[in-house]
């Protein structure tokens, strides 16, 4: 996974969790912990796509503008990802060239990778990658609960 795919899904999923409240780039910045100019270059290309929608000013920041639920992995990955796998094309076309062989198997090979990735990634929507994340932090925090009350009791 490259870096801009997991800034783009780290800026994504921080402003579905902070639904309705504008958050500024550099607030972003703060919370991902990634250079504000970055951050404002991925909102650019965000925004374009209408992911995010932008107010200027002093209660100005950002939203989502979309339903996290309706924003794929595959929309994301698609987004930032002209070339999702790079598919070595066959250096000799000469039937029984070992080289060729090995390029056509694995052309074929990284094809049918990424149609299984992009098949997964259609199924995982921002909206369900916070409500896995919020469950866990739930568990988290009872765990902690009764840590407290067994050290505490």
């Known amino acids: 996974m490259n870096s801009e795919l997991s800034v783009v899904i780290y800026i994504l999923v921080l402003l579905s969790s902070h639904e309705n409240e504008k958050l500024t780039s550099t607030q972003i910045s703060e919370r ?3 250079n504000p100019a970055r951050i404002r270059r991925v909102l650019s290309s ?3 796509v209408g992911y995010v929608k932008s107010k200027e000013g002093i209660d100005g920041g950002y939203v989502l503008s979309k339903d996290p639920y309706e924003i794929t992995l595959k929309d994301v990955y698609t987004l930032v990802s002209s070339k ?3 598919i070595p094309k066959p250096s000799v076309m000469n039937k029984g060239n070992l080289t060729a062989e090995v390029d056509i198997q694995l052309a074929n ?3 049918e990778s990424e149609q299984q990735l992009m ?3 259609e199924k995982i ?3 369900s990658m916070l ?3 919020k469950e866990c932090a739930l568990e988290t925090m009872e765990s902690f609960d009764d840590e407290d009350e067994i050290i505490g009791g």
Request: proline share 5%; aromatic share 4%.
């Open 84 to 86: 999702p796998l790079q």
């Open 46 to 48: 965000i925004k374009k």
């Open 32 to 34: 991902i912990r990634v």
């Open 131 to 133: 409500h896995v994340m």
């Open 125 to 127: 929507t921002l909206g």
């Open 109 to 111: 090979i990284f094809i």
């Open 119 to 121: 098949q997964q990634l």
